[in-house]
């Protein structure tokens, strides 16, 4: 028997919602759960046009999920959407007698985030990713002590006095905390833009390498850098932003090349907001180059979600290269569908574990910085 932790997947969707995208959804989800260190016993999916507003599942649903954790010795329920803290709260309240653990999204994200987590910038990000989500959920617990507490006259008027002084006290407190982690942050970040405008000065162009988490990002800046950096087949396996220096023998010159976060489905924005200086490597690069795994059968929507961040982050204008990585393992009939499906994107087929046409790559990264 295994000894990880046990989950169940929840995902509530519009009822247009097609079967693909709900598989794609929850397998997605799953992957999270791997990375963090769990595995699933249970998924679950409800088709609601409008969420419960107490505890987004509905009545019928919770007791549900709750008969089938008692049942199944689950320890965690996740849930494949962000929720309101007061939805969460009410999830928690019922759960929590049971010792189970309810998650959204971004609670699970942030879980990721915190294990991976190396430099100080990054954990200063994820702290601040933390206090906006976990924050608002405090100050509904502190209320809802206050309200249990509250009573009528005498010594129920005392202690909702105590209380609401208790919800200003953590109010205080995590304002005070946002503002440090900011201040520290901006540090950072002008040391950062102070490094990037040297590099202009010296006449370096950058390329961005952005993608899908779990594309072969960082796969592709070792191999075209020989930068030494840490490789998993696990989701966020990278925070941090890293540079290294390619030369290309087109234009005898170097070029630096990044490699910062992946991007997934539904990134809440508050995550995008909080790693606004990691991904500032991204924002101010000459070119995007765009690492697609293409023998992954997701492959276009994960196209999409990533041109959607891009977008959010001002990026979709910038000059790109779409590298569908991976060949050594796609056979000629997907890679020739892939070829005529994506012609007018003037795709680049990589490996970047096998180094295939890197010096393609190369060739194509010359020519739109030369």
Request: aromatic fraction near 6%.
């Amino acid at each position: 028997m295994s000894k990880l932790p046990k989950a169940i997947l929840v995902d509530i969707l519009p009822p247009n919602t097609t079967a693909e995208d709900s598989l794609a959804r929850l397998n997605e989800l799953e992957s999270l759960l791997v990375t963090y260190g769990g595995f699933v016993i249970v998924r679950k999916t409800q088709k609601k046009q409008v969420p419960d507003y107490r505890t987004y599942v509905g009545k019928g649903k919770v007791n549900e999920l709750l008969q089938d954790a008692l049942e199944l010795g689950a320890e965690f329920i996740i849930i494949n959407n962000l929720l309101k803290p007061q939805q969460l709260y009410n999830l928690e309240e019922v759960f929590q007698e049971h010792k189970i653990k309810v998650w959204d999204k971004v609670d699970l994200i942030l879980k990721i985030f915190s294990k991976h987590a190396t430099t100080k910038e990054a954990k200063l990000q994820i702290e601040l990713a933390r206090l906006r989500h976990l924050g608002p959920r405090i100050f509904k617990m502190g209320e809802e002590l206050m309200r249990q507490g509250g009573g009528g006259s005498g010594g129920g008027g005392a202690r909702r006095g105590q209380g609401e002084t208790n919800i200003e006290i953590m109010k205080r407190h995590i304002r005070t905390r946002e503002r440090k982690i900011k201040d520290d942050l901006k540090k950072i970040t002008k040391n950062q833009e102070g490094q990037r405008n040297k590099r202009h000065d010296q006449g370096f162009k950058t390329a961005a390498i952005v993608g899908y988490t779990n594309a072969g990002k960082s796969r592709l800046l070792q191999s075209l850098t020989n930068k030494k950096v840490k490789i998993k087949n696990e989701l966020f396996a990278t925070l941090d932003s890293r540079i290294g220096k390619v030369y290309l023998p087109d234009i005898q010159q170097s070029v630096l090349i990044s490699d910062t976060i992946g991007f997934i489905r539904d990134l809440p924005p508050e995550l995008i907001k909080a790693f606004h200086s990691t991904l500032a490597e991204t924002i101010y690069a000459d070119l995007l180059i765009h690492v697609i795994d293409c023998s992954d059968f997701e492959m276009d929507w994960k196209m999409k979600v990533v041109n959607e961040v891009l977008e959010k982050l001002g990026c979709s204008g910038k000059p790109t290269i779409y590298a569908f990585n991976k060949i050594d393992i796609l056979g000629p009939k997907r890679r020739e569908n892939i070829q005529k499906k994506y012609k007018h994107l003037n795709p680049v087929f990589i490996s970047a574990e096998q180094k295939i046409n890197l010096d393609i790559l190369k060739k194509g990264i010359a020519n739109i910085l030369g």
